[in-house]
């Protein structure tokens, strides 16, 4: 892979798939980069099924299961969206060699030195919304020690506010940034919460300015 080409692995959020992320995948391959999109467990055509998924580890498998394929010595750029900020913060603690960069899309962005749970807990309506048969995993993400400074810390984050998102919003948004400020936030302008299906140019740019700032070369 060329220096100047990044490969992008991009995480929906709940409820959705790698479907959603299909505008923005054609625009990434068109620009000449390499782009992975997931499934996480019983979600898309993962074909695990709703009661088979008992834990986040379950959840994240296969982005787990995809960070550790990755040959040693390349690193890819985790985009998460929503409730997928959550599961790409734990791909960089797990894989913090091979994140270059980590980019948040008006999504969960933890903080090292409290539980995740705690950010969810803070917007109780938007957890409502995100919430699944079995619950968001409340009390995966309510042990110490998930994420560390040493690890996930160590790894340059970007946060792409929505302007009008109806789910997470801006107040929200602006607030998860307060409690664990990365690297640069962005701003999408009449932007909602499926910003990659309503404004895909604008965040293909967004993306491919970022990596170009932070992405170190394998």
């Given at each position: 892979?060329?220096?100047?080409?990044?490969?992008?692995?991009?995480?929906?959020?709940?409820?959705?798939?790698?479907?959603?992320?299909?505008?923005?995948?054609?625009?990434?391959?068109?620009?000449?980069?390499?782009?992975?999109?997931?499934?996480?467990?019983?979600?898309?055509?993962?074909?695990?099924?709703?009661?088979?998924?008992?834990?986040?580890?379950?959840?994240?498998?296969?982005?787990?299961?995809?960070?550790?394929?990755?040959?040693?010595?390349?690193?890819?750029?985790?985009?998460?969206?929503?409730?997928?900020?959550?599961?790409?913060?734990?791909?960089?603690?797990?894989?913090?060699?091979?994140?270059?960069?980590?980019?948040?899309?008006?999504?969960?962005?933890?903080?090292?030195?409290?539980p995740p749970l705690t950010l969810i807990q803070e917007d109780l309506e938007l957890a409502k919304v995100l919430m699944r048969p079995n619950g968001l995993f409340m009390e995966d993400f309510?042990?110490?020690?998930?994420?560390?400074?040493e690890k996930y810390g160590s790894i340059d984050r970007v946060f792409i506010v929505c302007e009008e998102d109806e789910v997470m919003k801006e107040d929200f948004q602006r607030l998860i940034i307060e409690d664990s400020p990365p690297k640069e936030v962005i701003l999408i302008r009449e932007a909602g919460h499926m910003v990659m299906l309503s404004k895909p140019s604008e965040l293909c740019q967004r993306l491919l300015e970022v990596a170009g700032r932070y992405h170190r070369l394998s």
């Open positions: 892979m060329g220096d100047d080409v990044k490969h992008f692995v991009l995480v929906h959020g709940v409820c959705h798939g790698s479907w959603c992320w299909y505008r923005l995948i054609a625009l990434l391959k068109q620009a000449g980069h390499r782009v992975t999109a997931l499934d996480l467990g019983a979600c898309g055509i993962n074909p695990k099924q709703l009661n088979e998924i008992t834990s986040v580890w379950d959840y994240v498998h296969p982005l787990m299961e995809f960070m550790a394929s990755l040959p040693q010595g390349e690193s890819v750029i985790l985009v998460g969206h929503s409730y997928a900020g959550l599961c790409i913060s734990l791909a960089m603690e797990s894989f913090p060699e091979k994140v270059s960069l980590g980019v948040f899309v008006t999504a969960y962005m933890p903080d090292f030195k409290s309510s042990k110490e020690g998930m994420l560390t400074e």
